[in-house]
């Protein structure tokens, strides 16, 4: 059974900074892509980062210069760095991985139970 926690959501002000973590653990394989999206009322799930095995990165238009993803694979472990917070940031953040748990399974995708970030003006 694979789990993904994620950690280090809350509430912050316009202009400051927060680090979610997610922490994937059970039976895995290979650790593939990882990265993270999130949620606001009333609005449909979108990417905000994701990040390859090999530390090649993508992000949403409305985060780039912002967040910065980051992993470390031997802690099977993935970060979002984020800073310059706006209120429209405020949203569930869910962690997503692509995980292998055998050899003789393709690669599914796991998501964590989400934290909650919010930004005050």
């Known amino acids: 059974q694979v789990q993904l926690v994620e950690s280090g959501g809350g509430l912050v002000q316009a202009g400051g900074s927060l680090r979610l973590s997610c922490a994937a653990s059970g039976s895995i394989w290979s650790l593939n892509a990882m990265g993270w999206y999130r949620q606001a009322p009333g609005k449909e799930r979108e990417l905000v980062a994701t990040i390859t095995s090999g530390d090649s990165m993508n992000y949403g238009d409305s985060v780039k210069g912002r967040f910065t993803i980051s992993r470390d694979n031997a802690k099977k472990m993935a970060f979002l760095q984020m800073n310059s917070l706006k209120p429209e940031d405020t949203a569930v953040y869910y962690c997503?991985?692509?995980?292998?748990?055998?050899?003789?399974?393709?690669?599914?995708?796991?998501w964590g139970q989400g934290t909650q970030v919010t930004v005050s003006s």
């Open positions: 997503n991985a692509r995980i292998r748990i055998s050899t003789w399974r393709g690669v599914d995708d796991y």
